[in-house]
Structures are given as structure tokens and as C-alpha cells.
């Protein structure tokens, strides 16, 4: 392992924990951003003061933002780019050889013009490789604390898949194997939507009952929209689906059901997203699937209200009432 | 409506929140009580002060020991007795003249020695009766303040079902109806178990990564037991599965979810269960769940560890340990 290279591209707070994870397993791990002068600072501090702050970064990792340098003899390399920088970023790095590297994406959220998954994003940037999804309920900072976690780990290939659940699992972080790469992705990315709307919940004041019944009913939209997209159903009620679902949730650190929370306590959109350092990725992934849902057919009421929340300045609490009176009377 | 008559039988948390619910729609509500003294000080103080305290109970409503007052002349009658006490409290009552009155049972458990679901029991005691069961993610103190909640009734007769729907339908409050009683009464019992779990998780300092494992797995083993008794798989998927198995894990008013996180502090179950005033049902849930699973061959390693802390001892942590480590590799 020792000689095992590992490269992170990403210097997000997921791109962090998991560089931290693979290097306390004793891989030579390479984290890379894209950004120099916040490499260079990330280099000194050895702390990612914006997207993890509290851990501190071994002397042996390599920091760089050099692509080449990265991923050059990488066995790995991890994708933990958000979604809506994935494509130009991808373009600034597919000059770099990528051979024979497993390249699997962490990435959560779909790109909003075209509704593209990260490892079709990443098929067309870079040409064809050998790709792997890992998704689940995964908290950055509980990961970074070695707290218990666990993910599902899918790819078109199962040699791919069981190499990257290898590289991955450790005692405290379990990794699981399958095989449905279209549903691990839209669990990631339809998730945060309904995080938003339990957000919302919170924001207003509502307790744990109705969360639950925003979560019950959101994963039935989830799995009805990734199914017409090709996802299996079984697969949103496993760990990258259901599971990332609830730890989204109910976490504090979510920054989608945060989005909903402020939203609800009277913030406007703009100043919410300008006030975070990081990527509240539901927000756009609301637009999208709420007009694909229209154009597809497919019904989506929780995803309607939210966008209208956020982008047509609709009152929370009429949202959620339209929610709760809808005329469904059987379950 | 000022006419209709409800009974509300047994005076516990749940109990008291749908009397004020059902007294709050206009419903003519006597709440019955099986202890004459603790009933006698409810009548005057016009607060249940051990099992729901803060909210005053109407002077409208009637507050009574004598089950022949209670029951006579009323549409429905809700049973909300916990498990452990259902079948001895009927027999109690079982010479009144039950008639043409629907019987909404909301007891969530199973009877210890023969896993009778609560239905069952009340079929036995009071012969044949029109029962419809009505469960969900329904914390009481939530309803009793109006906050927005939802639920499944389930029956044999659907005029039964749409008949209860009504009575407890409101705006806040919003019922689905269902056909699968025995996947609706299992539900709210196997929580309990999970519950625990997600309280030991909790108390050995684990985060929402951990939880939503938990979760996740629980929900299939919940599922896994279910259908091996008769209920239906989708059912585990609704509100009274999954959507009271999140508001129990996550809510601080789960008794049962606090006996777990007490006992991962390292405090002993007897001193828990003797501190509280609440029954916490999952406590004798797994005793039941766990020796029955063996018999019909049903793999439950949740129920197993979860015993094996209550019961056996085990280290809390060992037992989250051999969980998270089962060599389980596909998803």
C-alpha cells in the first residue's frame, strides 16, 4: 500500500475527508484543487480552513494543483468535484493521460442544462475509462472523525467495482457493491431536493412527524423519477438512496436542508447561497428535475413546491399545506 | 358532530393527544381510564401531567374509570393501551356491550409470549368487532400541538377504514387509508426495535452517517420479519414502516430510542425502565422478535445485537462493531 498512489481531485470538504480516510489506510495520496493560490495556502496551513476545518492534513500527503502531477501513476483517483464545475473542470485536466486509472466519482447532483449523471459527464470529457460510483450517507466531517459510515460502491464492470470497495473500505467506513450506476447517482442528486423541503419543515417550526412524512413521501417521488430515468427501484431504498436520504435529513452540517431552513425563516435565495462557502447542489438539481418531470410526465409534487419556494417567491408555509391537502386519500 | 360520540380508551401520551385532536374537530370525546384515582386527579386538574404535560384538556370533555360510560353510545372507540397491558384491560371490560362501535386500535407492539398483533388480541377478548388500526410517524406531543402530521388506517372492511379516515381527518392531521393490517401493526412494533439501535448509536457518540446505516438495514430486516408473517412488503415502505421508524430514530420524545442511547451511557435497563413513567414497548419487542425470528428461520441481526445489549450484557460498542463488520459485501 505503501506505494498504492491515490489521487483526490477536489478540495472540497468530500475531497478532504476521503484524502484523509485513504491516507490514514497507508496510501500515497495526492489531493488536487483547482485552484493554486488556495493549493498553495491548503499546503502551509495543512488545514482546509473553508470546507473541513479541524483536522489536520499529514505532512505526507502531496497537495498540488497540478493535474498532470496528480494523477500521474495514480491507481485511483477519486472525482469529488461539484457537479456544476465538473464538465469545465474535466476540460481543463483531459490533456492529462488518464490510462489505466479507475476513476470514481463521489460527485452528487446532475449537470442542469442536460440532466447528465457525473459518469456520463466524466465519459465524455475523458474519453472511454474504467468508471466507478460511490455514494451513500456520508457526512464529510464524521467521516474525517472516523465515526461509522457506510456506501455503496456501483460500475458497469464488477472488477472496477470490487477494486474500488478495496481501496475504500476500512472498519469504521463500509463499502458495499452493486451494480445500478444510474440509480446511485440520482439517489446522490434527487436527495437533496427533498433535503430542501425537510429543511423548509424545519424551518417553519414543524417537528419530526412531519419530516417523516416529507421523507416517506419524497422517496417515493425519488424513486419514480430515477425509475423513468432508468434507475432500479430496489436500489433507492438502499444506502444511496434511502440512507443518504435520512442522513441528509437530519444532519446539521446539510447544507441543502440548511437552504430550506433559512429559506423558510424569511432569507431570500441570493443571499443565502452567497452567504455559504460551499456548493448547495439541490438548489439547481431542483431546477432541473422540476421541468425533466414535466417533460418526462412524471409526477413530482414535492419537487414543484420547492421550486416554487425557491425561485417563485411562493410562501413556505402555503407550500407545505398545499403538500399536506393534497387529495391523495389512499396510501 | 356535536353529536357523535368518540371514546378514547386508555389515558397514556397518545391517548390524550387524540382525545384533544377528536375534541378539537367537534367531536363529543370521553377519555377512559383504567386507574379510578390517577383518573379522578385528571378530572380536576385538566392536565396529564405524567404522560403529556402542558396541554389542558377541555372541560367539554368527559373524564371517566367506568368503561360501560365510556363506551355507550359511541361511533368509535380508539383502543390506546400499551401492548403489555392490551388483553388483561379487556378482559376488563369485555362484559360492555360493544355493538356497532368501530374499534380504532393505535397500540403499537405485539403481546410478548405469542407475538399477537394487537388486533388480534382485541378480536379474542371482545369477539367479533369492526376494527380498523391506525399508525404512522405520530409523536403525541406534536399532534396535541397541531403541528402537521400524517397516518395510515388499515382494515378488513373498507367502509371501516373510510369511516375512521373521517373522524380523524384534519387539516393538520392528514390519514391515508390502507388494506394491509398486518404490515401497518408490524410496522409501528419492529420500529421500536430499530429505535433502540439508533439510540445506542446515539449514545456511543455516533453521528447521522451511523444512523441512516442503521436505518436503512433496519427497514429491510423490519420488512424481512414482516412478510414473513403475512404483511406486505410495500407497506414497510409507507408511513407506518419507514415513516415512524424516521420519526422515532429522530425524534428526543422516542422512549424507545432513549432506553437505547441510556444503556450505550452505560446505565443498567432495569434502573432505565424503572425511571420512566412511559412504557418504552421495544424493550419487550425484541425480547418477542428475537426468539420468534429464530423459530420461523429469519435472519435479524439488528434484533440479535439489540437483545444481546439488553439481555446478555454485551458491550454496546462490540455489538455496533459486529454490525458494521458482518461480511456482508454486496448491497
Not at 478532504?16 to 496510501?27: D, F, Q, R, V
Not at 456520463?120 to 451513500?136: M, N, P, Q, T
Not at 432541473?288 to 420547492?306: E, N, R
Request: aromatic content about 6%; charged content about 25%; some cysteine.
Amino acid at each position: 500500500m505503501q506505494n498504492t498512489k491515490i489521487s483526490v481531485l477536489g478540495d472540497g470538504g468530500w475531497g478532504t475527508a476521503l484524502s484523509l480516510l485513504l491516507s490514514k489506510k497507508g496510501y500515497n495520496v495526492t489531493l488536487w484543487g483547482a485552484f493554486p493560490d488556495y493549493i498553495s495556502e491548503l499546503r502551509k496551513s495543512r488545514e482546509n480552513k473553508k470546507f473541513l476545518p479541524g483536522f489536520t492534513i499529514p505532512d505526507s500527503m502531496v497537495i498540488t494543483a497540478n493535474a498532470e502531477e496528480a494523477l500521474d501513476g495514480a491507481v485511483l483517483a477519486v472525482i469529488a468535484i461539484p457537479s456544476k464545475y465538473l464538465r469545465q473542470t474535466l476540460q481543463k485536466i483531459k490533456e492529462v493521460e488518464i490510462g489505466s486509472t479507475v476513476l470514481a466519482s463521489v460527485v452528487k447532483g446532475v449537470e442542469k442544462e442536460t440532466f447528465k449523471r457525473p459518469s456520463e459527464i466524466i465519459k465524455e470529457e475523458l474519453g472511454s475509462v474504467r468508471i466507478a460510483v460511490l455514494s451513500g450517507p456520508t457526512i464529510a466531517n464524521e467521516v474525517a472523525e472516523g465515526l461509522p459510515a457506510s456506501s455503496v460502491v456501483a460500475s458497469d464492470s464488477e472488477e472496477t467495482a470490487t477494486l474500488t470497495q478495496e481501496i475504500f473500505m476500512s472498519e469504521a467506513f463500509r463499502v458495499y457493491t452493486g451494480e445500478d450506476v444510474v440509480g446511485v447517482e440520482l439517489g446522490g442528486a434527487l436527495k437533496n431536493i427533498i433535503a430542501i423541503a425537510a429543511g423548509i419543515s424545519d424551518g417553519l417550526g414543524f417537528g419530526s412527524n412531519a419530516k417523516a412524512a416529507l421523507f416517506t413521501r419524497g422517496l417515493v417521488e425519488m424513486a419514480r423519477i430515477g425509475t423513468a430515468l432508468g434507475a432500479r427501484l430496489e436500489t433507492f431504498s438502499g444506502l444511496s438512496g434511502m440512507g443518504d436520504l435520512v442522513t441528509t435529513c437530519i444532519s446539521l452540517y446539510s447544507r441543502n436542508r440548511y437552504v430550506g431552513e433559512s429559506i423558510a425563516q424569511g432569507k431570500k435565495l441570493t443571499d443565502i447561497l452567497n452567504g455559504m462557502e460551499m456548493v448547495a447542489e439541490g438548489v439547481e438539481t431542483t431546477q432541473s428535475v422540476f421541468h425533466l418531470a414535466k417533460q418526462i410526465g412524471v409526477d413530482a409534487p414535492i419537487t414543484d413546491q420547492v421550486y416554487k419556494v425557491l425561485f417563485e417567491d411562493k410562501n413556505p408555509l402555503e407550500a407545505v399545506n398545499d403538500l399536506m391537502t393534497r387529495n391523495k386519500k389512499a396510501e
